[in-house]
């Protein structure tokens, strides 16, 4: 009998499909997401230094990081931490979760407060 591989282990290995391709520069840096039921977080990192630039999560922010408004706080913090980073456009890595519900919408909030993905 096969035994089926977790929901975290497919994740994984779409993220890592995706990561073959995007990569993040000093110029143009990786807006990377990662959300567990209760959090989410969010980083934008600069891979060729290997240094993350700008963070956020909601736990940090104090707010329940397992609906859309809190993913809409996140994305809209570390819009306003790029800017003040003078970071204007970045690379969107999804982590290897679906563009549906708070990835989408953090996303969105960090579009609507003036980065450009």
Request: hydrophobic fraction near 35%; charged fraction near 30%; aromatic fraction near 4%.
């Given at each position: 009998?096969?035994?089926?591989?977790?929901?975290?282990v497919m994740r994984q290995?779409?993220?890592?499909?995706?990561?073959?391709?995007?990569?993040?520069?000093?110029?143009?840096?990786?807006?990377?997401?990662?959300?567990?039921?209760?959090?989410?977080?969010?980083?934008?990192?600069?891979?060729?230094?290997?240094?993350?630039?700008?963070?956020?999560?909601?736990?940090?922010?104090?707010?329940?990081?397992?609906?859309?408004?809190?993913?809409k706080a996140v994305g809209?913090?570390?819009?306003?931490?790029?800017?003040?980073?003078?970071?204007?456009?970045?690379?969107?890595?999804?982590?290897?979760?679906?563009?549906?519900?708070?990835?989408?919408?953090?996303?969105?909030?960090?579009?609507?407060?003036?980065?450009?993905?």
């Amino acid at each position: 009998m096969i035994k089926k591989e977790s929901r975290n282990v497919m994740r994984q290995r779409r993220h890592a499909r995706v990561r073959k391709n995007i990569s993040g520069t000093a110029s143009l840096p990786r807006l990377n997401v990662f959300r567990s039921n209760k959090e989410i977080y969010a980083q934008v990192i600069d891979d060729e230094s290997g240094t993350t630039l700008v963070s956020s999560s909601s736990k940090v922010l104090k707010v329940n990081g397992g609906n859309i408004e809190g993913a809409k706080a996140v994305g809209k913090d570390i819009a306003l931490k790029c800017k003040n980073a003078k970071i204007e456009k970045v690379v969107f890595d999804r982590g290897g979760y679906l563009y549906h519900g708070r990835v989408a919408a953090l996303a969105d909030a960090a579009r609507e407060n003036g980065l450009e993905i």
